[in-house]
């Protein structure tokens, strides 16, 4: 069973910037595609940036783009979500997404969740 764990969620000051991080022991992370997904209060859970196998393309919900980054860390197994000039409307529970599921969100198949680490971000 794939078990997604995510880190570097916290409470930053708009303006502020954040580096989430998700790994697996279950597979090569850059094999697969994968994505990050956030819910804030009282909202739908929306998909905030995704990732094609090998990094060959990603793409972003229009609010981050030009601000957040994701990409993979081949060293560490590692997916990340660099985040920049957050702003208090990006406060939310994150979560990493993994594919073999049957969500699919701009063409990968998600169906494994992490826990979700949050992110607070205050004006």
């Known amino acids: 069973q794939v078990q997604l764990v995510e880190s570097g969620g916290g409470a930053v000051q708009t303006g502020g910037s954040l580096t989430l991080s998700c790994t697996t022991s279950?597979?090569?992370?850059?094999?697969?595609?994968a994505g990050w997904f956030r819910q804030g209060p009282g909202k739908e859970r929306e998909a905030v940036a995704v990732?094609?196998?090998?990094?060959?393309?990603?793409r972003y919900h229009d609010s981050v783009k030009g601000r957040f980054t994701i990409g993979y860390d081949e060293a560490k197994n590692t997916l990340y979500l660099q985040m920049h000039s957050l702003k208090p409307e990006d406060t939310a529970m994150y979560y990493c997404?993994?594919?073999?599921?049957?969500?699919?969100?701009?063409?990968?198949?998600?169906?494994?969740w992490g826990q979700g680490t949050q992110v607070t971000v205050s004006s």
């Open positions: 997404a993994a594919p073999m599921g049957n969500m699919v969100v701009w063409g990968c198949p998600f169906g494994v």
């Open positions: 279950a597979y090569t992370m850059t094999n697969r595609c």
């Open positions: 990732i094609t196998a090998h990094g060959i393309q990603t």
